[in-house]
Nanobody, 121 residues
Framework: QVQLVESGGGLVQPGGSLRLSCAASGSIFSINDMGWYRRAPGKQRELVAA???????NYADSVKGRFTISRDNAKNTMYLQMNSLRPEDTAVYYC???????????????WGQGTQVTVSS
């Protein structure tokens, strides 16, 4: 079994910063792609940022230049550094990891529990 634990959300003023973490534990053979998603009230879930096993990244246009995704493979952990936060960044943020649990298993998607980010003065 695999468990994902997210942390780092909270309330921040516009222009502020937060760092989200997503740590995976349990039966893990390898972690492939990783990504951060968010769902704002009344909106569909959207991809915020993603990082491949090789370290290639891509970002939603709305966060380019402000957010940075990274991963620490030794710790099975992914991060999202969020700077210059805006009220429109307010959402529940979810991590998704594509994990191979054993050498013979197929990749599967695992989701974190979500963490609330609120940007408000």
């Amino acid at each position: 079994q695999v468990q994902l634990v997210e942390s780092g959300g909270g309330l921040v003023q516009p222009g502020g910063s937060l760092r989200l973490s997503c740590a995976a534990s349990g039966s893990i053979f390898s972690i492939n792609d990783m990504g951060w998603y968010r769902r704002a009230p009344g909106k569909q879930r959207e991809l915020v940022a993603a990082i491949t096993s090789g370290g290639s990244t891509n970002y939603a246009d709305s966060v380019k230049g402000r957010f940075t995704i990274s991963r620490d493979n030794a710790k099975n952990t992914m991060y999202l550094q969020m700077n210059s936060l805006r009220p429109e960044d307010t959402a529940v943020y979810y991590c998704k990891l594509v994990i191979q649990t054993t050498r013979w298993a197929y990749d599967d998607d695992y989701w974190g529990q979500g963490t609330q980010v609120t940007v408000s003065s």
